[in-house]
């Protein structure tokens, strides 16, 4: 009968394969790192980006909800109009340049179904650049 000794137990761990597989790993990484073909970047046209912002159009909802119109590529000076009045110089911006924008500046007290009612405006006359004017917090 054969006696078997009894296996003795390992508390250290052989790392070099480890090391051989790293080494290995590096090797393979940095032949094919310059192989790799970048991708291409579409960048823009200088004649797209030479276009100059369009100033908005300032529609104004005073606290008796009367309209007033601020044109700032022209006077700067608000101008009363009437809801036809003010469909009738967005059709004229319009024309000028489809993607004008406008923003909308309402009193603090003004319910907020009439601004409501001039984004329903804007949005029936195709205004595709519609913003809230707010006044920033004084401190």
């Known amino acids: 009968m054969i006696l078997r000794r009894p296996r003795k137990q390992m508390n250290q761990i052989?790392?070099?394969?480890?090391?051989?597989?790293m080494l290995v790993l590096l090797i393979i990484f940095?032949?094919?790192?310059?192989m790799?073909?970048?991708?291409?970047?579409?960048?823009?046209?200088?004649?797209?980006?030479?276009?100059?912002p369009v100033a908005p159009l300032e529609v104004m909802i005073k606290a008796d909800k009367t309209l007033m119109l601020r044109d700032r590529?022209?006077?700067?000076?608000?101008?009363?109009?009437?809801r036809p009045e003010?469909?009738?110089a967005i059709k004229e911006k319009q024309?000028?340049?489809p993607d004008?924008?406008?923003v909308i500046a309402a009193d603090?007290?003004?319910r907020y179904e009439e601004v409501l009612k001039v984004m329903d405006i804007l949005q029936q006359n195709q205004v595709k650049r519609v913003g809230l004017l707010a006044q920033p917090r004084t401190s």
């Not at 052989?14 to 597989?21: E, F, G, K, L």
């Not at 590529?73 to 009437?82: D, P, R």
């Open 95 to 97: 024309a000028l340049n």
């Open 30 to 34: 940095m032949i094919t790192a310059p």
């Open 86 to 88: 003010l469909i009738q």
């Open 73 to 82: 590529e022209k006077s700067g000076m608000a101008v009363v109009v009437t």
């Open 108 to 110: 603090k007290s003004v």
């Open 14 to 21: 052989n790392v070099v394969p480890y090391i051989d597989v």
């Open 36 to 52: 790799i073909n970048p991708g291409q970047i579409d960048l823009p046209q200088v004649g797209q980006s030479l276009k100059a």
């Open 100 to 102: 004008q924008p406008v």
